[in-house]
């Protein structure tokens, strides 16, 4: 089983009004197969992808119904001790550190700028059994409204490196501001930040934008949209990947991206 990295994705789950529905769209879009509801932790319902665990959807608890959303987990060694250092940081934690079973731990906090995230310690549930891989969990953007704030937070309380963007000649990336957070040196990047300019709403507060693969990002966005998903951006080919953002029928954005289909060359971080 893969151990995190203090700072490293380790997990993704959501809340879903209509949990039936969820499974019937993730299934479809995402390939995902789901295991027995837990009843003694709220109906916690794991997703596969080829037998390995991949995400979790959950309905909500009473008094939490609303907008679902993806939320994404930052693997700590103590749970405590980093909920500490995002109080310290200029952070509000949503929920304390709590102990889920022999799971292991987790907390819910918000970044200065907004953004929402989980606090995951680790117990018998190390997190996710496959990665960067069709069907799971591929990458993860801090989308920001207030990028000093994220940028000061976030190597405070996680052991980042942090390399801007040299956008260089290139037109399609005049005036984007984005920065990548990496554990360990440069090669290994774990989280973007991108700043939030005015292509987004004004009521579109700061979020996390999950990255899910997917073996054909056009084929994701049809059967998205033949759901009731909506479509946001993309599908478009990228040095990364041809990707898209999408909402599901609950709401809860996310994005697909095709991790072998790359055009152009890498951009240069700084």
């Known amino acids: ?21 969820a499974k019937t769209f993730y299934a479809d879009v995402l390939g995902w197969t789901f295991g027995e509801s837990s009843s003694e932790y709220g109906n916690y319902t794991q997703a596969y992808s080829d037998g390995k665990a991949v995400a979790a959807v959950v309905p909500p608890m009473p008094g939490a119904e609303g907008h679902s959303q993806w939320c994404l987990y930052l693997a700590s060694p103590d749970a405590a001790a980093t909920a500490t250092k995002i109080k310290a940081a200029g952070g509000e934690l949503l929920m304390e550190p709590m102990q889920v079973g022999s799971f292991g731990t987790m907390a819910i906090a918000k970044e ?30 801090f989308f920001s409204r207030d990028v000093a704030k994220a940028d000061a937070f976030l190597p405070q309380v996680f052991p980042y ?23 360990g040196g440069p ?9 939030m300019g005015t292509d987004f709403p004004p009521e579109i507060p700061s979020y996390v934008q999950v990255y899910f ?34 909402t599901d029928p609950q709401g809860a954005a996310f994005a697909v991206i095709d991790v072998a289909k790359t055009v152009g060359e890498m951009p240069k971080f700084a």
């Open 187 to 195: 090669e290994n990047p774990v989280l973007g930040r991108m700043n």
């Open 112 to 141: 200065p700028s907004g953004a929402v995230f989980g606090v995951w310690q680790p117990g018998d549930h190390k997190g996710f059994e496959k990665m960067g891989e069709a069907g799971a969990y591929c990458w993860a953007e």
């Open 213 to 246: 693969a997917v073996p054909d990002c056009d084929e994701a966005v049809a059967k998205t949209q033949a759901h009731g998903g909506k479509l946001h951006f993309g599908p478009m080919d990228s040095p990364f990947g041809r990707f898209a953002a999408v």
């Open 161 to 183: 490196g942090a390399q801007q963007m040299d956008a260089g000649d290139d037109p399609e990336m005049a005036g984007m501001d984005f920065k990548v957070f990496s554990l």
């Open 1 to 21: 089983m893969t151990e995190f990295t203090e700072g490293a994705p380790c997990w993704v789950d959501a809340m879903f009004s209509d949990l039936e529905g």
